[in-house]
C-alpha cells in the first residue's frame, strides 16, 4: 500500500460568486521513502495539493489517506494529530521563532506533542546533530546564515520522527552551493527512509529529486522518474 494515496481529488473554492476549480481530479500514490518534487507555475495548484497533503484542510471530493488512514472527511482535531505525529514541515521562510535558540527551536513540535523536557531535549539534540549544528544549539535564528536556519527548520521537521516531511520551496532563500547542500540532505533523509514531497517553480529544482510530478490547471500532466544522482562524497 502506497504511503500517500490520493483517487480523483477536487478542490473547490468560492471567491464571492465565483468558484474557482483549484483541482480537477487528482489520482496520485507516493511510496515511503520516496523523494518527489511537486512542480508547476503559479497558479496551477500546487500549492493547494500541498495544502491537502499536509493534513491543512481536506478534498472537495474524491478520497485521500495517509499512512493508511483516509483523511479526506476529517475532523480538524485528527487532521492536528495527523501532522503532528506523522507529518514534518519545512518551509522557504525558515518560520523559527527569533527570540528562541536553535535548541528551543527544535523542541517546539514536542513541546506541542506534550513530550517531557527531559526526553524533548535529547530529542533535540539528536535531531541537532542529525542536520550537523550541534556546536549552533544556543545560537539564535539572527546569529544564523540562511543555510543554517534552514537545516534548524529540517531538525525541527525530524524531531517528532515524521513519515512524511514536506517542503515547500525550501531552497528559495538560499544561494546555489548552500540549496545544493539542502536538496542533498533531503535525498539523504530519504535514504535512511523518510519521505519528502517537495514543491517548487524551479525545474532544476525538481530534477534533483528521484521523482517528478508537474501539475497545470488542478491536474497531474507529467509524472516521471528523474536520473539518479551522485551521492556526494
Excluded at 471530493?61 to 485528527?78: E, H, L
Excluded at 535531531?127 to 546569529?143: C, H, K, Y
Amino acid at each position: 500500500m502506497a504511503l500517500i494515496e490520493l483517487r480523483n481529488v477536487t478542490k473547490r473554492y468560492r471567491v464571492g460568486e465565483q468558484e474557482i476549480n483549484a483541482l480537477a481530479g487528482i489520482d496520485l500514490e507516493i511510496a515511503q521513502g520516496e523523494f518527489a518534487a511537486i512542480i508547476g507555475p503559479s497558479g496551477s495548484g500546487k500549492s493547494t495539493l500541498m495544502h491537502l497533503l499536509g493534513c491543512l484542510d481536506t478534498p472537495s471530493t474524491g478520497t485521500m489517506t495517509i499512512d493508511g488512514m483516509d483523511v479526506s472527511r476529517a475532523s480538524s482535531n485528527k487532521l492536528a494529530e495527523m501532522r503532528n505525529q506523522k507529518i514534518g514541515f519545512v518551509f522557504q521562510s525558515f518560520n523559527l521563532l527569533v527570540k528562541l535558540n536553535v535548541l528551543q527551536n527544535v523542541e517546539l513540535p514536542l513541546i506541542y506533542a506534550g513530550i517531557p523536557s527531559s526526553v524533548r531535549r535529547e530529542k533535540a539534540l539528536a535531531a541537532i546533530e542529525r542536520v550537523g549544528l550541534t556546536e549552533r544549539v544556543n545560537n539564535t535564528p539572527l546569529q544564523l546564515s540562511g543555510g543554517q536556519m534552514q537545516r534548524v527548520a529540517i531538525a525541527r521537521a525530524l524531531v517528532n520522527s515524521p513519515k512524511i516531511i514536506f517542503a515547500d520551496e525550501p531552497t528559495g532563500n538560499l544561494d546555489s552551493n548552500t540549496g545544493a547542500t539542502i536538496l542533498e540532505m533531503f535525498r539523504e533523509l530519504s535514504r535512511q527512509g523518510s519521505t519528502i514531497v517537495l514543491v517548487t517553480h524551479d525545474n532544476g529544482i525538481a530534477a534533483q529529486a528521484a521523482r517528478r510530478i508537474e501539475i497545470r490547471d488542478g491536474r497531474i500532466v507529467n509524472d516521471t522518474i528523474n536520473p539518479p544522482q551522485p551521492v556526494a562524497a
